[in-house]
């Protein structure tokens, strides 16, 4: 069932130690057959030299588990509320990736610095509220999921345009059309956090680009008159 | 004598260099055989590349060898007196990995700000008081075990918790129920002191996390109604 | 056509990943022949484990394309400009290196701190002004080259004596005789902004060094009475 | 003549890349025949990767090269004055390392904040004054000899326990009785640079051991009461 998809995601997860955003066995990706109805997403606390493709657990979009005959990612709840909620997005990242988590835990957004960001995010990367006690006590990964939908939707960002969020002392979620997209942009995330933390420790003043520069490098790759790279 | 848990031991100490947390020789992992009360130590100053297994030294809960041709640990006294006092652990490590380090001459506790840390130690990884002139002068790698023994004792924290502590103007020693896991704690202390950095520095207010979410987090993959991995 | 150049400029495309200094596909090397009015580029968006010799595009000064059958980086009229603006320089180098990127979002110039800067940089490696909306809007990476040449024009900075700029909110640019002097001096750019980074936290008067200093460490390793170094 | 010295200062050059404290060309080693008044350096500006034993040059006391083909060090006649100045040392490493070059352009000394720092270094490592115009000008790389021998002369302290410097707008000089020891002194240099750099940043309080700390752990490992490693 969904082999090819396994396949996938069993290497988008393999690129996250490669990366150098993950330690241990703290990070998932999951891909999404959005015609059938079922992600397929890596199994929880399995360390990334044992994991093998047809260890990967199919899930439903209700949460069961339709396939394989391990625990999916504790995480799991989490994507499925954003499959359910971003309709563009056929995979999800989550990493504990050491920049990103450091202002997941400051409560600090990623704001567009320059163009190595415009390039890759349409605008600020949201941090989450930090969940009440009520929603981390009951359906904790569901909430998980429900507070990033609700940042989206209350600060009126797309998440096609800004594929990444800081889950408030947690750490970064990033999706995107394809698992390699979402892979890289867990990586672009990651290292515009590092960036950002020097050039705001540089220069404590305000250092936010112009929408213009922002749409000039993001609609340079993105988008109908792309012009970057070979397929535009 | 003890060959499977000198193999085990060895295999420990190759993980330090291997995670990137040991310079040179600066580092060592002990395991005790709690029944026969003798612990298995790597020998002192040895270059990791030329550890054998045979090289690991037995020692007794009293401090002598027992059997070994090289020296134990310089350490060997401070693991001595974790193993009799903290009567849940197994193995023991210590390190100069170099953002522990920071805060331990710091003198800065390392607090949870997020979910990394609450998943691994359930609460403050505290800092233990400087060791006095008299106590430096005489049994100073014993009085080192007694005074993390005490920053435990007197703080009411519980070291199966919160398996990890900084030793002021020194560095940091990690344990657990196996060598395997008082490794990865060695790692994770120093990823969250590197993470605790730069949220400090990103934010100067309060960072730390609520008890509940604490809760959540270090009980989800710790005990009784764990739910993360493969034998929950 | 240009085979020999090609493969020099493929080389040193490849030396940007093996020095630590791209990310992705972030990064572009070009190479003239100053003679022939030709250089040679790197196509756009091709990631370097698939990139090989003959993929190099031929563009004239006239930003055409001469040969090639893909895109040439979409950096290639900012290249263009210089080319045709510093007589002086062969190769061109293009990165988003995090140190350098982080300056130029600050906007903080790299200052000579030291001798390692004096070896290779003769005076302080300039930040551009921020491009207008106007500038952004047409002819966007022609004028970041425009911008880049009236940033020396104005100071009356010597491009081969400083062969490099940040250009605001966007990244370095370096360049050379040579493409492995311009890649060379990318990997230096870097490698100063990480030092000055921290020479700036730790003291935060003035650490800039006197002009003879600067004289003698540049002038020890360029010019007519240079001896560092075998061909001295 | 000297071969197996030759071989020995070519095995040390090779480890400064390997400890990852050295970029490019930048850093040098020696070791010295004192009976013979004869020391091996490095030749100038030779990439590792092409270096061999035999290029090693042979340098008299009075700073003649003897024999060897190529030009020495740039750096020779620092290293002939520490010799000359300096009895109890037989090598000496010169290196642009990151975290110490960004002390000597601050001009901030490395204080013992540790035991890692204790263990190796017997007090405070001095940053020198900045040489002066007429300095540089004339007998550039004698006067830096000149200027380490005044800081450790007019300070009192002792070469052999402090076997480290930062040349003020520079870098660090380290050295030791053999290679393999002032090697390990420029790799330990950069580590307690690094530590220190967060110490600081995290707690701008006084954060420098008492001297019974720094005795007992410089002593445990050197000197006539040396207990650790294995000849202790």
Do not use: C
């Amino acid at each position: 069932m969904l082999e090819e998809l396994k396949q996938e995601v069993y290497e988008a997860n393999m690129m996250l130690p490669k990366l150098g955003i993950v330690t241990f066995t703290w990070g998932n990706v999951s891909g999404l057959d959005r015609d059938k109805g079922l992600f397929v997403i890596k199994p929880s606390g399995v360390e990334y030299e044992k994991l093998r493709p047809e260890d990967m657990v199919v899930v439903d979009l209700d949460g069961n588990v339709v396939e394989g005959t391990m625990n999916p990612s504790s995480d799991t709840q989490t994507h499925r509320v954003l499959y359910r909620e971003f309709s563009g997005i056929n995979a999800i990242v989550h990493t504990h990736s050491s920049w990103a988590v450091s202002f997941a835990q400051a409560g600090v957004e990623i704001e567009a610095m320059g163009t190595t960001h415009a390039d890759n995010f349409y605008g600020t990367i949201p941090v989450t509220e930090a969940l009440t006690q009520a929603e981390i006590e009951s359906a904790y990964e569901e909430n998980t999921g429900q507070v990033i939908v609700r940042t989206f939707r209350s600060r009126g960002i797309d998440p096609a345009a800004v594929p990444a969020v800081l889950v408030k002392q947690h750490g970064p979620f990033t999706w995107g059309a394809t698992t390699k997209k979402a892979v890289e942009n867990a990586k672009v995330l990651d290292l515009v956090a590092e960036m950002n933390y020097r050039t705001m420790t540089l220069q404590r003043g305000n250092t936010r680009v112009p929408q213009y520069l922002l749409d000039k490098h993001y609609l340079r790759k993105h988008g109908a008159n792309a012009y970057y790279g070979q397929n535009a």
